[in-house]
């Protein structure tokens, strides 16, 4: 039998390092020298106030004229305008539909596509010329062509979104799932696993942190292509609401409209980040 | 009766340009039930190929292997085998990773819970079950890989370097630990190695391969009783078998390092 002590071999690598005051950073300033937290919160919150300074001097201290560009105070009154008069919350509500429409469409599609890629190398030969040829394809030039298939309505929206989103999403999830560790497939074949357990066991849980990854990259890339496709023929979302507001010279309303896409992407990313932490803790470790 | 039988096994790779690469020269070879052989050979003598191509992992060019009288195929659960590198799922927990096997081939529930609670307890894991492979020690890793192995209840266990990567002082532990488990737990067992001391300390039986192209150079019997104590690494004996096996080595490596 084992006449081994096992408590002389089982330390975690874990244990050693509770109790540990950090050490004092002598050179802040080399390259790859850590920032803690506080300080990274001050440094990201910084370079928006030194935006709006800049952006506030140059407006309100009269040196860019209003038709071009509107002060900060102008773009807040209008945005307060959109909400209270012009029901701006239903745009919003509609451009947000729309990118996750599509998106989720998109996704439903193209990751067991990309997995069927990326685990069988003849769906891989038979999809991967077509599909990286479609990746070049740029969704905003097919809007045309929607129109004219699907007509003005909410469909057209979404088929914007979901050409833009389909085929890079495929590609992506092909290569994660494709560049999966050969030895950990082949420890599982010698722990008994068939095919169909390599694939479910194996190749797509290894994968899953670089799919959620590939998700949240592309959502961003979607909230690009929906803007386009409410800047033609269409009646409501931010993208509507920026090209009447072009129309009538209302800088500020372009730009309160510009910043709240890019608050709801900054929100949608954090939630994003936030649940692949939580769903792929031993990813993190 | 020998339980695994390796009949004319070679092995060629052919490389991108069309040169061929002879890793294994025929070889015969045979392992009995609940035998310990170790392949000791210097690195790159094809003694993993071989290996290899026991767990169905890789192909013979001629030959074929046999396990209780069937040719190998591919790969299976009645070939457990413990790798070099560190193996264990990532995503899955110690417990997990131990179960993995036995729900690939649909155990109930509580059997599997069962078994691997044993073998946490055998390679001195408790306490770790909920822990995930890198909030482990190298050589915590490998002792699940064994424990996992182990669980599915293998006719042979293959060992590829499983301790190549570990520290002198942590190797030296795995090795009585596996070799206490054999004892306890007969067991078909085929390790390959470099190192002589750990071919000698664990085996029953050492083959030595030669330089690529690799085959079986010389076969030796080791007869300390068992149970063995890491003492009898410096008796007499032990010197006297290292010191052959180092001379057989020494003439392989430089043959090795000529090409």
């Known amino acids: 039998m084992a006449a081994l002590s096992n408590s002389t071999i089982s330390d975690a690598k874990g244990t050693t390092d509770s109790g540990a005051v950090a050490p004092v950073r002598r050179r802040p300033l080399a390259p790859l020298e850590s920032v803690n937290l506080t300080t990274r919160w001050a440094l990201g919150l910084a370079f928006f106030v030194l935006f709006f300074a800049v ?14 560009l509107a002060s900060p105070i102008t773009m807040a009154e209008e945005g307060w305008m959109l909400f209270a008069k012009y029901n701006f919350l239903y745009d919003i509500g509609m451009t947000v539909w ?6 989720f469409l998109a996704a439903v599609i193209a990751v067991p596509l990309g997995i069927a890629m990326g685990a069988h190398k003849g769906v891989e030969a038979f999809l991967e010329p077509f599909v990286s040829f479609c990746r070049y394809l740029p969704a905003s030039a097919f809007i045309p062509l929607l129109i004219l298939w699907a007509g003005l309505g909410e469909l057209q929206k979404l088929l914007v979104i979901f050409i833009g989103s389909v085929f890079q999403i495929t590609l992506m999830v092909a290569v994660t799932v494709g560049s999966a560790r050969r030895d950990l497939v082949e420890a599982a074949y010698t722990l008994g696993a068939d095919s169909s357990g390599i694939v479910k066991r194996v190749l797509i849980p ?77 990813s993190a470790l | 009766m020998s339980q695994l039988a390796i009949q004319n096994v070679s092995r060629i790779f052919h490389g991108a340009r069309g040169q061929q690469t002879q890793a294994l020269l025929p070889i015969d070879f045979d392992v009995h039930e609940n035998d310990f052989v170790t392949i000791l050979g210097p690195s790159g003598c094809g003694k993993s190929t071989l290996l290899r191509i026991v767990a169905g992992l890789d192909y013979p060019t001629t030959g074929r292997v046999l396990l209780d009288g069937q040719p190998v195929e591919g790969p299976g659960a009645d070939r457990g085998m413990v790798f070099q590198s560190y193996t264990l799922f990532p995503w899955l927990t110690v417990e997990q990773n131990i179960r993995f096997g036995l729900r690939e081939r649909g155990m109930p529930k509580p059997e599997q819970q069962e078994r691997c609670n044993f073998f946490i307890a055998k390679v001195g894991l408790r306490g770790f079950e909920n822990h995930f492979p890198k909030q482990l020690s190298g050589g915590m890793q490998q002792r699940t890989a064994i424990a996992r192995a182990l669980a599915n209840d293998p006719k042979i266990l293959l060992l590829d370097e499983p301790f190549g990567a570990l520290d002198n002082q942590t190797r030296v532990l795995m090795q009585e630990l596996l070799l206490g488990i054999w004892e306890s737990a007969q067991k078909t067992v085929l390790f390959v190695t470099h190192d002589i001391d750990e071919a000698i300390f664990m085996a029953n039986r050492v083959a030595v391969f030669s330089a690529r192209p690799g085959r079986i150079k010389t076969e030796l019997a080791v007869d300390f009783p068992h149970p063995r104590h890491y003492t009898i690494k410096t008796s007499p004996e032990f010197m006297e078998l290292k010191a052959r096996l180092t001379e057989e080595i020494r003439a392989e490596s430089m043959a090795a390092a000529d090409h």
């Open chain 1, 55 to 68: 952006w506030s001097f140059f407006t309100l201290g009269g040196y860019v004229s209003p038709t071009f």
């Open chain 1, 206 to 282: 290894g994968a899953a942190p670089g799919i959620a990854e590939t998700l949240r990259l592309v959502l961003g890339w979607a909230w690009t292509y929906v803007i386009v496709a409410e800047l033609i023929g269409s009646s409501s979302g931010i993208g509507h609401m920026i090209t009447d507001s072009q129309a009538l010279l209302n800088t500020g309303q372009i730009i309160f409209g510009i910043i709240i896409i890019g608050l709801i992407g900054l929100v949608s990313d954090f939630a994003f980040k936030a649940l692949n932490r939580r769903l792929f803790v031993w």
């Open chain 1, 98 to 103: 729309r990118v996750f429409g599509g998106f």
